[in-house]
């Protein structure tokens, strides 16, 4: 038996580090219970309530020599894809000045690989600084990085970088085989060390006990410091990937996770990310009561497609939340009116 976490009290008390089994704890709370002090964490540090917006871009598509299971853009899987090289940066700066023109304030560009090289460096430098000159939040996802590549994005003023520990350590070997954990761990090590905030969260759904979600919170939980921006995505599974079959998670499980990472992980942006379109507006709405407050915000994620923006901007403004901008603009000009949340952001 895991030991007992006596909400609320044990909650409010500065918790440094978080052993699975008091992870677990909360997991297997009476959901209600779990909400509620996910909620008041939430409240506590986030008493504006705000959600983000963040777009996301595919620079590089395809191609890729790793094996993870769940992933369109692997050699190794069979799947309609079509590779794609480096996008030019015409094209990436028009999608980002679309994206601030509807209200994003972050931009974050994926690009498939397991590392880049010293070529591919050069460029995601020159889009960084791109998109970075007109005043938006950067966050790439370029794969493994060395200590010098780290370096070489902090100086392109790269805010975030995106490297998800996706499961366990133990389901992870199961999912990939042309790296290991530790090699993720080393390449957030290395994040850190070139003081770039880091985007580090998982998937969920991939045939994972309640168990191996309860480790991947605590390792996310106990990253000193742990991660500014928590992804939290559910497995859309692909076609051609071994991971298509995958069984479905029970969605109340999903809101559990992100109640769970917001408890533990009380300062982070906590981003509802892949598969949100597919679970609905009711278990949306639960996730943002459990402490979610960004959401990726665009037609696309990075192959597959994501929920429509109007239909976004839409459920914000029924459940009454603002966004990320809105909330900033009235913290700098006090009075100025909220912006209608079922038309796009002028
Ligand atoms: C993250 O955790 N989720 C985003 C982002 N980081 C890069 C990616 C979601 C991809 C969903 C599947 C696809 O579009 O292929």
Redesign the pocket.
């Given at each position: 038996m895991p030991p007992a976490v006596s909400p609320p009290e044990s909650i409010s008390a500065p918790i440094d580090t978080w052993s699975t089994a008091e992870v677990f704890a909360l997991f297997a709370l009476p959901f209600s219970e779990l909400l509620f002090l996910a909620h008041r964490v939430h409240r506590d540090h986030f008493p504006d309530g705000d959600v983000e917006l963040a777009t996301?871009i595919?620079l590089k598509t395809g191609g890729c020599t790793e094996d993870c299971g769940?992933?369109?853009?692997s050699i190794h899987h069979d799947t309609a894809?079509v590779p794609e090289g480096i996008l030019p940066l015409d094209t990436v700066l028009a999608s980002a000045r679309q994206a601030k023109a509807r209200g994003a304030t972050r931009f974050?560009m994926?690009a498939s690989g397991r590392s880049p090289s010293a070529r591919e460096m050069g460029r995601y430098v020159e889009i960084i600084r791109a998109v970075k000159a007109l005043d938006l939040e950067t966050?790439v996802?370029l794969g493994m990085l060395r200590e010098e590549q780290a370096q070489q994005l902090k100086e392109a003023g790269l805010d975030y970088y995106?490297h998800?520990l996706d499961t366990s350590s133990d389901h992870y070997t199961r999912i990939v085989s042309t790296h290991s954990y530790q090699d993720r761990l080393d390449t957030l090590g290395r994040v850190r060390k070139a003081g770039i905030k880091v985007?580090?969260?998982?998937?969920v759904g991939m045939g994972e006990s309640r168990q191996q979600r309860a480790e991947l919170i605590s390792q996310l939980a106990n990253l000193n410091p742990y991660p500014e921006s928590v992804?939290?995505?559910h497995l859309?599974p692909?076609e051609g990937t071994p991971l298509s079959g995958a069984d479905s998670l029970d969605p109340l499980e999903f809101v559990r996770t992100v109640a769970v990472a917001r408890i533990t992980m009380p300062e982070a942006r906590v981003?509802l990310?892949?598969?949100r379109r597919e679970l609905g507006e009711g278990v949306q709405a639960m996730c943002f009561f459990a402490g979610a407050n960004s959401i990726?915000y665009g037609e696309?994620?990075?192959?597959?497609?994501?929920a429509e923006e109007e239909n976004d901007l839409a459920l914000l403004a029924k459940l009454g939340l603002k966004t990320r901008r809105t909330t900033e603009v009235k913290a700098r000009m006090p009075g100025i009116a909220e912006h209608d949340h079922t038309r796009p952001v002028p």
């Open positions: 996301l595919s769940y992933c369109a853009q894809l974050c994926g966050c996802t995106n998800n985007c580090c969260g998982g998937i992804p939290v995505n859309i692909i981003r990310s892949a598969g990726f696309k994620l990075l192959t597959a497609d994501n």
